[in-house]
């Protein structure tokens, strides 16, 4: 009895320290410290768990935490910055999986009630989407799969058949919670489910998808909290799974799309696909000592980073550029777009890792009002966050996306190595435009050569 | 069927909470954002200690102890992938 | 013993809940989202109504009595005011 | 069983309308609304209760109801909009009582645990502290009493004194349930408690106090709920008394003081007092048809109403002197200070019952900035929330409080009575500045007298 109390007590400590580290999660100045917090209450919480008494053999356990966490820890330290988004996919798929296993686990050793069968259900079910989802978001994020929308004739008849079956599985199982066989389908059902509703999404919106996928993995702790009649499971689970959700609108806002878009415009893709404008004008590449002499007399320079600085690892020589054109008098600032790099704030940490002053980031609505101002707007492996397109052409698949305007500068430098299309998969009508210059390259050699002409 | 009631309470008031404690969020933030509350929801974790540690039958301890190894994952990787996103995030000459 | 962890969870969600509601209020809303709220907290009126209708001594329901009409007055009034004060920001030729 | 439950559903029910009631109350599209709705979750909670077996007579409960419901319909259907904010003072104090009769009656009829009694005791306390700490807030905004902060020598040891007495005799009736000395001294020395804390509080501060109390009645019926087991109230009460400090707060940022200022500052009103600086200067009155001359010259004007404005009932004036000199061609704004007349708001509901365009209520941010831009400011029984001695003189009791610079005008029309001062009893320099000129009369009769001058 004391020890209850006291875990008890434990868990709602754990709670609000949950509570308060989401919050402070949310706000730039506390967000590392709220991830501490909710370290913090999660420590608690695993800790009170194992003084519980119904524990009555710890080697097992032992053995999961010390695999666990040593292959978590293993992960997450050698992961690169770049391939953060597809190790939160992972992971996450492994808490939905743990949830499946829960509730699983839930029907032996306890005589279930209706309404436990159908909690361990849902567990199981939401568990088993958010496992094979978040794999499916993993490989698409990561490349292991193509990250073009998988889209094929029937898909709606199939996923509506799909819901169908999985339903009356469920509704069988408990029934007959005895027979394992109906067990078993709901788990195939829910895995084929999870990679049924991630395959048709492309894979630019894969970390809304992963925010969804998060919400769900909540919700899976939450259901198998109800079903083992644990409360710290479910005010957990449920506040992620309720917030999981916000930040997955906010997500979507910041891309101007609407959650339903992003779930379901694949299946209009096909139709879509061929229907571009013409694109019309004349491509203009040139050297890096002409964009030297440019640059050299420029008052006011902006820079807008894209995917490409990322890859070709050219934070710090563009840094460095930024330095030399600020000893040559000229103001120097970052443009940077949402959703330019593949995950949110990619941008941000990349330049912040090449030790660019804060102040200098400013946002795209910062810069969009006053970009005719800028002599030359140079473009470092960017290309769907500063497309026209997304202004100008009604038919464009990311019409209506707010983007950065650079072509309203009065010279534009695009450096890349080709005219590859960027994620989206679009052609770019910036490169055809007057003021537009390409520097065609790898962004660090380029910048590299531009640098060596200043000096 | 009280404790049902409780239950009830207790989550319609997190699911509420959790909508209200996610408000404007700066663009920056959303992936380690993220990645935090997924730390979070390797609660299951806990949920799975129990599992695997009750002497039931075999399989539930097989499954428990499965379970346990990959909410470990998530809640170690979890948090420690969204500190190193953080971390970068130092602010230099920022205002506060 | 269970009970009481429930209710401390009940508690303590509901607390956090009701600091997150309030944000930002224009300070013409200050007094009828006070008189509001107060209406709210006549919900004591719930819990009288069980000590007045309960066939206990004669001083519970005594005591139980004023509380219902004490409660009902709060209740009452207190949402009627607020209705009022609030039909009289009709806000002609506001944007929205 | 079935009973019970659908019971307990609807509780569900009306905590999540009380939920979405309060959120929408904090916006303004949206109050009314919100108020609505959480009406509708108070009455399912009601109705529901009514069902619940162990209610087996009807007949007290129903007189109950009727006589509350007539009283409280009757009040809040006649009393004054100026009269409003007491009235919520009146109501909370009703509030609290109930909640502590509530506490009171649970002693009987059931075998109270320590635990119990403790909450009992809670309930009590909190309820009887609500109470006679509202009926000071009514008596002090209804200037039924003083609104003069009352201090006297060691009241703060006394204060002290009465919290360790309520504490002590808490403990001997927890431990001595049966007999009922200890409880009546509880609630006498809990109601004592209630008015010490607030007599010491000027009257101006009193919406503060209200909503502190609000606050506190919440509180009052979470503890009630506990002690009966109802887990409506407890989640309603906390719900109220969380928000309800929140709101304390907002409240007292928009005074530009902080929570303890206002509770505690009373105490040293005594040494304060006859410290305040000579006003220099000569005051200079005019009449109405000087009035009109210079009005009518006028390109722009800002009006400036206060409290005088509700007493003189002069909005319909106001209006009709907005519309003439707008005939003349002249630009006429409001500005509204967050704290003019007796409560938040009193100036917005006021202007909007004479039909002014929303637009034109400017908040004191909005005009402050340009008030040098303004050819005449017209001050309708404001004081001092136009007193630039809360600017200029720091010894003064407003100082640092946000005002209007109606003195930062080109031409500055006070209309008032006397040379009397406001509600926090203060002289006002702006009476004598070089560029005011005096209005002597009652707002009503003078703005009419401007307005015969115009036609
Ligand atoms: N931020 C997120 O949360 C997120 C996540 C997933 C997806 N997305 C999507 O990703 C896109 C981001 O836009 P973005 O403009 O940043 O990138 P982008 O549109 O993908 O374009 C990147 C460009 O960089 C160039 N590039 C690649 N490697 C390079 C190198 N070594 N040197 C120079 N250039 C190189 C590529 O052209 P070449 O091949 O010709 O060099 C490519 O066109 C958007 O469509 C967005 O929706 C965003
Ligand atoms: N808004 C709130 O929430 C609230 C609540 C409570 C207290 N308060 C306090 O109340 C004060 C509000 O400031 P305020 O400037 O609006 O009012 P005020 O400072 O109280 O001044 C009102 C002035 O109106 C004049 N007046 C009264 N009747 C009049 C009539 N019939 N015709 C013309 N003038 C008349 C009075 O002067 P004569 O006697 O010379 O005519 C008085 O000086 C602040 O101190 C504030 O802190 C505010």
Request: hydrophobic residues 55%.
């Amino acid at each position: 009895m004391g020890i209850e109390l006291l875990v008890n007590l434990s868990y709602v400590a754990a709670a609000v320290l949950f509570i308060f580290g989401l919050k402070m999660l949310g706000s730039p100045a506390t967000a590392r410290k709220g991830n501490l917090v909710s370290a913090v209450g999660m420590f608690i919480a695993v800790v009170v768990t194992l003084l519980d008494q119904s524990i009555i053999d710890y080697k097992w356990i032992i053995a999961g935490i010390i695999v666990g966490g040593a292959i978590g820890a293993m992960v997450a330290r050698s992961v690169e910055m770049t391939g953060m988004p597809e190790m939160v996919a992972l992971f996450n798929g492994f808490g939905g999986v743990a949830s499946l296993f829960v509730g699983w686990a839930a029907l032996y050793g306890m005589d279930a009630s209706a309404f436990q069968l159908i909690t361990i259900i849902l567990s199981i079910l939401i568990g088993g989407v958010t496992f094979s989802g978040s794999m499916v978001a993993w490989g698409k994020l990561s490349e292991r799969i193509s990250g073009k929308p998988l889209v094929f004739g029937g898909q709606r008849v199939f996923n509506i058949l799909l819901i169908l079956a999985i339903v009356i599985s469920s509704v069988m199982f408990t029934l007959n919670p005895e027979s394992g066989i109906f067990l078993y389908i709901v788990i195939g059902l829910a895995l084929l489910l999870g990679i049924m509703l991630v395959i048709p999404i492309g894979g630019a919106d894969m970390p809304v998808v992963i925010s969804l996928l998060n919400s769900y993995s909540g919700l899976a702790a939450c259901a198998a909290g109800i079903a083992i009649n644990n409360i710290i499971l479910i005010v957990a689970g449920a506040l992620v799974g309720a917030s999981g959700i916000i930040l997955t609108q906010i997500m979507c806002k910041a891309m101007n799309r609407s959650l339903s878009n992003v779930l379901f415009s694949g299946f209009s893709a096909v139709s879509a696909g061929g229907a571009a404008a013409k694109i019309e004008g004349e491509v203009k590449s040139m050297t890096a000592d002409d964009a030297y002499y440019v640059l050299e007399a420029a008052a006011s320079v902006v820079i807008v980073p894209g995917y490409g600085m990322a890859v070709a690892q050219a934070q710090h020589v563009v840094k460095e550029l930024q330095e030399l054109l600020e000893q040559n008098g000229a103001e120097v600032v970052y443009a940077i777009h949402p959703v330019a790099g593949r995950m949110p704030g990619h941008m941000n940490v990349l330049l912040a890792e090449a030790d660019v002053s804060y102040d200098l980031l400013l946002e795209m609505d910062a810069v969009n009002p006053r970009m005719e101002t800028f002599d030359v707007a140079i473009v470092i492996g960017a290309n769907d966050v500063v497309n026209p397109a997304a202004r100008e052409m009604e038919g464009s698949p990311i019409y209506g996306m707010p983007v950065i305007n650079v072509d309203m500068a009065r010279n534009v430098f695009v450096m890349k190595r080709s005219m590859a299309s960027g994620f989206a998969g679009i052609d770019n009508p910036l490169f055809f435009k007057e003021n537009t210059r390409m520097l065609f390259g790898d962004a660090k050699e380029m910048l590299g050569n531009i640098i060596k002409a200043f000096s | 069927m009280e404790i049902a009631v409780y239950l009830a309470f207790i989550l319609m008031l997190s699911i509420f909470l959790g909508f209200e404690l996610i408000n404007k969020v700066p663009a920056t933030l959303h992936t380690p954002l993220m990645s935090g509350s997924n730390a979070i929801s390797g609660i299951t974790l806990v949920g799975a200690l129990t599992s695997a540690g009750a002497e039931h039958s075999g399989l539930a301890t097989v499954l428990g102890t499965i379970a346990v190894a990959m909410a470990t994952i998530n809640v170690i990787g979890g948090y420690m992938v969204t500190d190193r996103m953080l971390a970068m995030f130092k602010k230099k000459g920022s205002a506060k």
